[in-house]
Each structure stands twice: as C-alpha cells, then as structure tokens.
C-alpha cells in the first residue's frame, strides 16, 4: 500500500499550456457576387441574348416566308393534277363496271339496275362518287391504304 | 313527314322551332331547296304525293343508299367472277392511285 503513493497516477490533465481557444463564430459561405452584382449580371445576360436571338429570328422568319411562298406557288398544280387522276380513274372505274357487269341482267353501267341515282338531273351530268364506289374495284390493299392514311403516316 | 310543323302556328310555338337546313355548307341545299320550294307550291298533303321525283333525290343525297347499293352488287359481282375464275391475276381489281381521291 505504500508504494501506491510513489507512482505517478496517470490523470487526465489539459495539455502544456493549456487548450487552445474554441471557435465559436460563425463561419459563413464564400460569397463571390454581391446581390447587386447579380441582378446586373442577370440583366446584361438576358440582354445579350435576346439580341442573338433576334438575329437568328429574322432568319428564321425568312425561311418560312420563302417556304410559304413556295408552297402557295405549286399548291394549285398539285391541285389539278389531283383532279386530273380523279376523272381519269372515274373513266377507268366506269369502263371496268361496263366490263363487269355485262352479263348482269337489268344492269345498266352508272345505275342501279336500271334505276338512275339521281332521277331529275340531266343523264349525263357526273354524279361524284362515294369512296366505296371510287374505290368498288380496287384492291383490299389499296383500299386499306387509303382508308387508313391517317393511322400511321 | 306529316308531323313537319304544328296545327296552329303561333309565336310560342315558333320560339322552339327546329330551322337547321343544308343551305349553309350542305351538300344537299340545292335538292333541299327545290324540294321544299315544291312543298310549298302544293302544300304539304299534295305536295307529299307530287313532289316524289324530289323528295327521293333529297333522300339519296342525305343517306347516299342508292350509290351504296350500287357499290354493294358491284363488289359482289366481282368477287364472284373472282371466285369461279372469270377474272385473273392481272384483271382482279383496278385500283386508284392513292392520292386521288
């Protein structure tokens, strides 16, 4: 029990010289603009880029001038080159009906068995034809072509 | 048809009248037209039994039945010319450009 009193206790004590002081203060971000700097930056940007757009804007608008113009320019031939195909098919359709049914009895080629579609209209006058009758002697595939234009294209 | 307008025609019964027609945007204003231009010239009880020419073709244009009809037997004939080999390979159908129509 007496030698306990020689040897040094191990405690735990401050360091030599005591602790260092403990920073409290705040320590807030690096902040490279000011708020001002900001808003004026955000300015001159918006500024500069609406001047590069308009640039490319006037470009732009030019190109669809010249495509509209261009379009408007050859709609009418497209046009009658629609038409065209149209009476040449209606000739078509009507001669393969006057060969298809000309053992049919009763069947006279542009009516009903004889009865015309429209009664009081001069016989020669071109009754249009619905799209199952432009379409009466065609091929299912061509017809589903057109029926379905819309689906996928 | 004999149900067209009331028996006794008053302004009460005009607020609710049903006035659509084909005239604006119809394909079938003119037969519309000569049709109710004949009703009128008959009135409607004579005009039902002489204006027929008219109302038949008023109603081909609304329902189209008589052009559908056509295409029916058309399309049947066909198919059983087809069937019992009249038509061959190259004469079976005569199809459209797609775009013409």
Request: proline share 6%; glycine share 8%.
């Amino acid at each position: 029990m007496a030698e306990a009193f020689q040897v040094a206790k191990k405690q735990d004590l401050p360091p030599p010289g005591g602790y260092k002081p403990i920073p409290f203060k705040r320590i807030p971000a690096k902040s490279y603009f000011s708020g001002y700097t900001m808003f004026a930056g955000f300015i001159g940007m918006t500024i500069g880029s609406i001047y590069l757009y308009n640039i490319t804007y006037k470009r732009i608008l030019k190109d669809e001038i010249e495509m509209r113009s261009a379009k408007m320019a050859i709609y009418p031939a497209l046009l009658a080159e629609r038409d065209r195909e149209y009476l040449k098919q209606l000739r078509r359709n009507r001669d393969a009906e006057a060969e298809l049914m000309r053992d049919v009895p009763g069947w006279e080629v542009g009516t009903y068995y004889g009865e015309r579609v429209y009664k009081l209209i001069p016989p020669d006058q071109l009754v249009e034809p619905i799209f199952q009758e432009y379409y009466a002697h065609s091929d299912i595939k061509e017809w589903n072509k057109r029926a379905n234009i819309k689906l996928l294209s | 048809m004999d149900t067209i307008s009331p028996f006794f025609r008053s302004p009460f019964t005009d607020i609710t009248g049903g006035m659509i027609d084909f005239q604006i945007l119809g394909r079938c204003g003119k037969q519309e037209m000569d049709l109710m231009n004949c009703i009128e010239a008959y009135g409607l009880g004579r005009g039902i039994k002489k204006c027929k020419g008219y109302i038949d073709d008023y109603g081909e244009c609304r329902t189209l039945t008589k052009q559908l009809k056509r295409f029916l037997a058309i399309r049947k004939e066909r198919q059983r010319q087809i069937a019992c080999g009249k038509l061959t390979d190259d004469r079976k159908y005569v199809s459209p450009r797609v775009d013409s129509y």
